[in-house]
């Protein structure tokens, strides 16, 4: 999977709707594994040479995605992943140890210019919601500003795996409630795309973790891309979210990035404020599209 989001991105561009390998693909398969088996919920599609022609996720909030390669698409492949999303979604339903509150309708998301996976999603049924997810680009080749902290903050990279609960932490009450616990921080700490020197935290004088931006690159495709960033709310209105953005922007175009990316719900005023004061600019809009049961 990794090698062929990589090589769709090479073919398409940055902005085609394919997964980045850290903060799609990682980040996203590390939340769900708290939830479900990823041998359930994630299907392969293969060519009659086995090579990878796309995949399916059926996410824990009842969302699915399909990534098909782009020679491949709107030949068929494209149904049979809707059909096999339907099984697990009606298997969802109908299973007692999922919570109540987390069975929902089948929804999923699609760019904005992508006319023919909103045609195709609007033929099976699915309608389209009004509240969009924002998606953000900036070219490394305009300047960085330093970062500007409080006096006795600081920006770095997390030290080390002697951080885990101080940055969990730190995760957790930006994002409360959150999945994420001390033990899992430091599975996703051990993956091959994590790299603790772009899990950029803005650190008060007492040594907590007051906001991060976590990093993710693409060196192959020169890309990078922020996902998640937060504040703690006892820290927020203080620029250390920016601090952090700035800083994690510098040292991504030091591993070869030339462009970063960045994604936030349409109606985060605060995020979208603040991504703007970096630098990013939006690039296209993500069609949310639900299905009732």
Same mark, same amino acid.
């Given at each position: 999977?990794?090698? !062929?989001?990589?090589? $769709? ?12 390998? &850290?903060?799609?693909? @990682?980040? +996203?398969? !590390?939340?769900?594994? !708290? ?14 040479? &086995?090579?990878?022609?796309? /995949? ?20 068929? $492949? *494209?149904?049979?992943?809707? #059909? ?6 009606? %298997? ?8 109540? %509150?987390?069975?929902?309708?089948? !929804? ?13 999603? %609007? ?12 998606? /953000? ?20 990279? #997390? ?23 001390? %033990? ?22 007492? &040594? ?15 890309? &990078? ?11 927020? +209105? ?5 601090? =952090?953005?700035? *800083? ?8 070869? =990035?030339?462009? #970063? ?19 990013? *600019?939006? $690039? ?5 599209? @639900?299905?009732?049961?």
């Amino acid at each position: 999977m990794r090698a !062929f989001l990589i090589d $769709v991105r090479r073919d398409t561009g940055h902005y085609a709707g394919y997964w980045h390998i &850290g903060a799609g693909l @990682t980040w +996203r398969t !590390f939340l769900m594994s !708290f939830r479900v088996d990823l041998r359930t919920n994630i299907r392969l599609w293969e060519d009659a040479a &086995g090579a990878l022609i796309g /995949f399916a996720i059926f996410g824990d909030d009842f969302s699915m995605d399909m990534q098909v390669r782009p020679d491949a698409r709107w030949q068929g $492949v *494209e149904q049979e992943m809707l #059909v096999w999303a339907e099984t697990r979604w009606r %298997e969802g339903m109908d299973d007692p140890t999922i919570p109540c %509150e987390r069975k929902r309708h089948l !929804f999923a998301g699609t760019l904005a210019e992508d006319a023919p996976r909103i045609a195709f999603l %609007e033929r099976y049924g699915f309608t389209r919601g009004d509240k969009p997810y924002l998606r /953000f680009a900036r070219s490394l080749g305009e300047p960085i500003a330093a970062p500007r902290l409080p006096d006795g903050f600081g920006v770095r990279g #997390v030290a080390g795996e002697h951080e885990i609960t101080n940055r969990a932490n730190a995760h957790r009450e930006a994002f409360h409630p959150s999945r994420i616990t001390d %033990e899992g921080y430091a599975r996703l700490m051990r993956m091959s795309e994590y790299d603790r020197a772009l899990d950029v935290v803005a650190v008060a004088p007492d &040594g907590v973790i007051a906001a991060y931006a976590m990093g993710w690159v693409d060196r192959a495709n020169e890309v &990078g891309e922020f996902e998640p960033v937060g504040t703690r709310p006892t820290f927020e +209105r203080r620029g250390l979210a920016r601090a =952090a953005l700035l *800083e994690g922007l510098a040292r991504m175009k030091a591993r070869g =990035a030339e462009t #970063v990316l960045v994604s936030t719900g349409g109606t985060e005023t605060g995020a979208i404020r603040l991504y703007e004061s970096v630098g990013f *600019e939006i $690039v296209n809009q993500e069609l949310t599209f @639900t299905r009732h049961h």
